[in-house]
C-alpha cells in the first residue's frame, strides 16, 4: 500500500502544493482587487481606501436595465445549453451505436466550430441575420452559442456514451421495448449525471460571452453586451461589479448543487 | 413505431440541420461576400457581382497582413505559457489532491466564473500608471516612477490573456492525466525509473493529447480576440480581430471584414492541419 | 436515485421561448417608442418630459455604438422610430431614403431653436432631422505641462510624445488635417488623403492610445495627469473643471469644431406622431436643461442655453465670448465615398 502511493504520486522535490496555492494568489489577486472596488465608496479606486459601503449593491439591485440583461443572459443561456445538450446527445448516440453514411461527417461537423474563431463567427452570423431580413436578437445571440457550445457536449457525452455498454440497450429491447422507450428509460438515466454536466459547461460557456454577442445584439442586451456599454462610464464601475459578483456567487452556487446532483450513485 | 433504424433521424438529422443552418451557411455566406466589390454595408439586394476587389486591397495594404502575423504571434504566446502555466496545476490537482481535487478544481475555477470582461478591466486597474501593480513595485523601491508602457501595450494584452486562460487550459490537461493509469507509472518504477525520468518518458507523453487540446482551446478564440486589446491594447496592441471588428462596426465595409475574416479561417485551418500532422507523427516516433 | 434526464421537455419549453422571443421582435406597436440611441442616453433623465406626458408608453431603446455603426443599423433594417447621430451624416440618412420628413408646425419647442441650428437638419429645404446635443471638439490640455495651445498641430506634436490621445475617428483626424493644412473638408483630392494617412501614422506612436469613450478612456486620464493633448469634447473640460485639474480648453487659430447631435424619424416607422412627441420633448426645458447640467454639452434651445449661469459652464462653452462661434467650423455632411475612403485610411493608420 505504501508502495502504491509513492509511485507517481509520492513526494518529489517540487512543491506542487506552493506552486498551487502560488497560482490560486495570483488568480484571486485581481478578483480580489474588483471585490473591494465594490464595496469601497469612492468610485476610483485608489489607496488608502475610503470606506466601506453596501450601496452598490443595492443600487444594482434597483437598476432594472442591469437585472434585465443579467436576465437576458439566464434566458440566452438556458436556451442554448438546452439545445446544445439534446444536440449533441444526438451526436453522441448516433455516432456510437450506428453506422451511417454520414457517420465520420457528423462527428466532424461537431466539432468544427472550435477552430473558427468566435469574431468570424460573429460577423458571419451577422451576414447571415440580416440577408434572411432577421432582426438581431436574443435568439441569434442563443443561435451563436448553441454553435459554440456543442463541441463542448458532444465531446462530454460522447466520452460517456462510449463508455455505456450497449448489451444493456440490447437486452431492454430484447424484453421487448421499443428503441425510442429504450433510449427515454435506459439510456437517459444512465446519461442523467453526464447530461447535467454538458449542460453547465455550455450554460457557462454562454453566459460570459460577450464576442458573438456584440454583434448579435438587438434591443436587449445580455450581461457581457451590457456591460460592454456600461464601461464607457466610469463612475458606474462599482456597481457592475457589484452585480457580477452576485452573478459569480449564484453561478458557482449552482454549479456545487450541480455536481452534488451529479455524484450520487445510482 | 419507430423502429431503431427510424430513429437514427431524429438523432442525427437535428444537429445537421442547426449546424448547416447556423454554422456552414453563415461562413459560406462571408466567403461569398468576400468576393463582392462594394465598400460600405451590403445591400442584399443589389445583384451579385464577383470581384477580387477586397483581396486585392487586402493585399496593397501589407499592415493587415502584419497584423495577422503579430495577432498569430501573439496567441501563440499566450497559448503556450497558458498551457505551461496551467501544465503544473493540473498535475497537482490529478496527483496530489486525490480525494480533494474536486474542491481544489473549484477553487480554481471561481475566478474563471467572473465575468470576462471586469477581469480584464481589473487588469486595467492594475496596470495603469497609478494602479496596483505600479504602486506596489514603487513602494518596494523597484522603480522610481510608473512604468507607462505596462498599460495600453501588447504587453497588457499577453498578461490580461493568460490570466484569463490559465484556469480553463488546466481541465483538459487534468483530464489527461486523470487518465494515466498508475499501472504504466508502477511498471516503469519497477523497471528502476526515478521520479524525474517517470514524469518525462511516461507522465508526459500520456498528457501530451491533453496539453495540446489545451493549447488549442487557447489558442484559437485568441488569434481573432478583439475586446481585450480595444480594452488595453493601446494603438500598438490592435490586432487582426480589430480590423475585422473595425470593418464589421466603425468602417463598415462588410466585404473587406468578410474577406479578411476568411484569410484568418483559412489561416487557422492550415494551423490546424499541421498540428495534427505533427501528432501523428510523434505518436508513430513513440 | 440518479437524476433522471429527459432533455425532451426543457427542450420543447426553450424551443417555445425562442419562438415567442422571435415574436416579440415584431416591432413597434402603436403605444410603443423604439429608439436607436447612445448608450447612456436612455435613462429617463434624457427624457422626462416625454414621459410625464406619456406616462403609459413603453420607450425601449436599441443602442448603437458610433455613428457607422447607427447608420449600418437603420440601413439594416432596424426597428427603431427613432435614432440619434452626429452631423456629417445627414446627406447619407436622406439619400438611402431612412428618414422621414418632419412636420415641424407639430413641435411646440421648434421656435427656440435659433434658425442656424434648425438649417443644420435641413437637406434640400426639407426638415428631417431635428438638433439636440451640441458641443464643440477641440484641444484639451494640462496647462502645467504645455503652455498655451494655439493651433490644432498640437496634435501632432512630438514634443508630447506619449502623453497624447486622438479621438479614434477617421473623419475626425481628416477634419483636423483639413483645418491644419486649409483644406477643403468637402473637397479632400487623393493626393491629400494620403498625406493626411502619412501624417497620422507618424502621429500615431505619440499617443498614450486613442480614446473611443470620453469617461473611460479619456477624462479619468487627463485628471490623473496621464494625458496632456487631447482632442476632446466640452464635457471632459468641465468634469476636469470641477476636479481641480489644470486644464484649459483651446481657441485654436484654425477655429474650433463644432458638432451637433440630429434625431430623426425612421422612414418605416409606425408611430409618426409619438415619435414627433419624443422629438418634441427633447427640446423642452427639463429634458435640455439636463443636458447641459448632467453632461455640460450644449442644447438647441436658446432660450435653456441663456439661462446658464454657471461660470464654469459659461466657461466651457464659450457663452461669454461671441467671437469663439465665429471661428467654429461646423461639420458638413460627408458623401458616402468620403466616408468610406475616410475610415478605410483610418483603420488602415491604425493597422500600420
Keep these: 500500500m505504501s508502495r502504491r502511493s509513492a509511485i507517481g504520486v509520492g513526494r518529489t522535490r517540487v512543491p506542487l502544493g506552493t506552486v498551487y496555492v502560488l497560482m490560486l494568489l495570483f488568480l484571486y489577486f485581481p ?22 459601503t453596501l450601496e452598490w449593491y443595492r443600487e444594482g439591485f434597483g437598476d432594472s436595465a442591469l437585472l434585465e440583461a443579467a436576465r437576458n443572459s439566464v434566458l440566452v443561456g438556458v436556451g442554448s445549453a438546452s439545445i446544445a445538450t439534446a444536440l449533441g446527445l444526438g451526436v453522441s448516440i448516433s455516432v456510437t451505436r450506428f453506422r451511417f453514411r454520414g457517420r465520420v461527417g457528423l462527428l466532424a461537423l461537431s466539432g468544427l466550430p472550435l477552430i473558427v474563431p468566435f469574431v468570424v463567427l460573429g460577423v458571419s452570423l451577422f451576414l447571415l441575420f440580416n440577408l434572411a431580413d432577421l432582426p438581431r436578437s436574443l435568439f441569434a445571440i442563443a443561435a451563436g452559442h448553441t454553435v459554440i457550445a456543442l463541441p463542448f457536449a458532444t465531446l462530454i457525452l460522447l466520452a460517456r456514451m462510449g463508455g455505456l455498454d450497449p448489451a444493456l440497450e440490447d437486452a431492454a429491447m430484447d424484453l421487448g421495448a421499443t428503441y425510442p422507450v429504450t433510449l427515454r428509460r435506459v439510456v437517459l438515466p444512465l446519461m442523467g449525471p453526464t447530461l447535467l454536466s454538458a449542460w453547465l459547461t455550455c450554460f457557462i460557456v454562454s453566459f460570459d460571452e460577450v464576442a458573438i454577442a456584440l454583434f448579435l445584439a438587438g434591443g436587449d442586451p445580455t450581461f457581457p453586451v451590457f456591460l460592454y456599454g456600461q464601461l464607457r462610464f466610469a463612475q458606474r464601475l462599482p456597481v457592475l461589479i457589484a452585480m457580477a459578483v452576485m452573478l459569480t456567487v449564484l453561478t458557482v452556487t449552482l454549479t456545487l448543487i450541480a455536481f452534488r446532483l451529479g455524484r450520487r450513485k445510482p | 413505431m419507430l423502429g431503431r433504424r427510424g430513429a437514427l433521424r431524429f438523432l442525427a438529422l437535428p444537429p445537421y440541420l442547426w449546424l448547416a443552418v447556423f454554422f456552414v451557411l453563415p461562413v459560406l455566406l462571408i466567403v461569398a461576400i468576400s468576393f463582392r466589390p462594394e465598400a460600405g454595408p451590403i445591400d442584399f439586394g443589389d445583384p451579385w457581382t464577383f470581384s477580387l476587389a477586397q483581396y486585392q486591397r487586402i493585399w496593397e495594404t501589407p499592415a493587415y497582413l502584419r497584423r495577422l502575423g503579430m495577432s498569430v504571434g501573439m496567441a501563440l504566446a499566450i497559448a503556450a505559457s497558458a498551457t505551461l502555466l496551467a501544465y503544473p496545476i493540473a498535475y497537482f490537482l490529478a496527483f496530489r489532491a486525490r480525494e480533494r481535487a474536486v474542491f481544489f478544481l473549484i477553487l480554481l475555477l471561481i475566478p474563471f466564473a467572473v465575468s470576462y470582461l471586469l477581469r480584464v478591466m481589473a487588469w486595467r486597474l492594475m496596470l495603469g500608471g497609478e494602479g496596483a501593480i505600479n504602486s506596489i513595485f514603487q513602494w518596494l523601491g523597484i522603480t522610481s516612477a510608473p512604468i507607462d508602457l505596462l498599460l495600453y501595450s501588447p504587453v497588457a494584452v499577453v498578461i490580461t490573456l493568460i490570466y484569463v486562460w490559465i484556469p480553463f487550459a488546466a481541465l483538459p490537461i487534468y483530464a489527461a492525466l486523470q487518465r494515466i493509469e498508475r499501472g504504466h507509472l508502477e511498471a516503469a518504477a519497477d523497471l528502476g525509473a526515478g521520479p524525474w525520468s517517470r514524469f518525462w518518458r511516461v507522465t508526459v507523453p500520456l498528457s501530451l493529447p491533453g496539453a495540446i487540446a489545451a493549447f488549442f482551446m487557447v489558442f484559437i478564440p485568441t488569434v481573432g480576440e478583439y475586446v481585450t486589446p480595444s480594452l488595453v491594447g493601446g494603438t500598438e496592441g490592435y490586432m487582426y480581430g480589430n480590423i475585422i471588428q473595425d470593418f464589421f462596426t466603425r468602417a463598415a465595409s462588410w466585404a473587406t471584414g468578410s474577406a479578411l475574416s476568411v484569410i484568418m479561417l483559412l489561416l487557422t485551418l492550415v494551423l490546424v492541419a499541421v498540428a495534427l500532422r505533427l501528432i501523428d507523427v510523434r505518436r508513430l516516433a513513440s | 436515485m440518479p437524476a433522471r434526464m429527459n432533455p425532451a421537455r426543457p427542450l420543447l419549453a426553450m424551443l417555445a421561448g425562442g419562438v415567442l422571443l422571435l415574436s416579440s421582435c415584431a416591432g413597434a406597436e402603436p403605444n410603443e417608442l423604439l429608439v436607436l440611441e447612445w448608450a447612456g442616453y436612455d435613462e429617463e433623465r434624457w427624457w422626462p418630459d416625454f414621459k410625464t406626458a406619456n406616462p403609459d408608453t413603453a420607450v425601449d431603446f436599441e443602442f448603437g455604438t458610433n455613428d457607422a455603426d447607427i447608420l449600418a443599423k437603420m440601413g439594416a433594417g432596424s426597428e427603431a422610430d427613432v435614432f440619434h447621430f452626429y452631423t456629417g451624416y445627414e446627406q447619407l440618412y436622406v439619400d438611402e431614403e431612412l428618414v422621414r420628413e418632419i412636420d415641424t ?57 506619449g502623453h497624447i490621445a486622438m479621438w479614434d475617428d477617421g473623419p475626425a483626424a481628416v477634419t483636423v488635417s483639413a483645418y491644419i493644412n486649409g483644406w477643403d473638408e468637402t473637397a479632400i483630392t487623393d493626393e491629400q488623403l494620403a498625406q493626411i494617412e502619412e501624417d497620422w501614422i507618424a502621429q500615431k506612436p505619440l499617443n498614450i492610445h486613442y480614446w473611443d469613450s470620453e469617461y473611460d478612456n479619456l477624462c479619468p486620464e487627463v485628471i490623473s495627469g496621464d494625458i496632456w493633448i487631447a482632442y476632446a469634447w466640452p464635457g471632459c473640460y468641465a468634469t476636469a473643471l470641477f476636479e481641480g485639474a489644470p486644464v484649459a480648453y483651446a481657441n485654436p487659430v484654425e477655429g474650433r469644431n463644432s458638432w451637433v447631435g440630429l434625431y430623426g424619424i425612421s422612414t418605416d416607422t409606425d408611430s409618426y406622431e409619438l415619435a414627433l412627441q419624443f422629438l418634441d420633448a427633447k427640446l423642452a426645458e427639463l429634458t435640455c436643461g439636463t443636458l447641459v447640467t448632467d453632461y455640460y454639452y450644449g442644447c438647441a434651445n436658446e432660450e435653456v442655453m441663456a439661462a446658464v449661469d454657471d461660470p464654469v459652464l459659461i466657461e466651457a462653452f464659450a457663452l461669454n465670448d461671441p467671437s469663439v462661434l465665429e471661428t467654429t467650423n461646423f461639420t458638413p455632411p460627408v458623401t458616402a465615398e468620403d466616408r468610406d475612403a475616410w475610415t478605410a485610411m483610418w483603420t488602415r493608420v491604425k493597422a500600420e
Design chain 1, 31 to 52: 478578483i480580489a482587487l474588483l471585490f473591494i472596488f465594490s464595496v469601497n465608496t469612492n468610485t476610483v479606486l485608489t489607496f488608502p481606501l475610503r470606506g466601506f
Design chain 3, 105 to 161: 408646425s407639430k413641435l411646440t419647442n421648434w421656435d427656440a431653436v435659433p434658425a442656424d441650428m434648425q438649417a443644420l437638419g435641413q437637406i434640400d429645404g426639407k426638415q428631417y432631422f431635428i438638433p439636440w446635443d451640441w458641443g464643440f471638439s477641440s484641444i484639451l490640455y494640462n496647462t502645467d505641462e504645455v503652455p498655451e495651445v494655439t493651433s490644432w498641430d498640437a496634435l501632432l506634436n512630438e514634443d508630447y510624445a
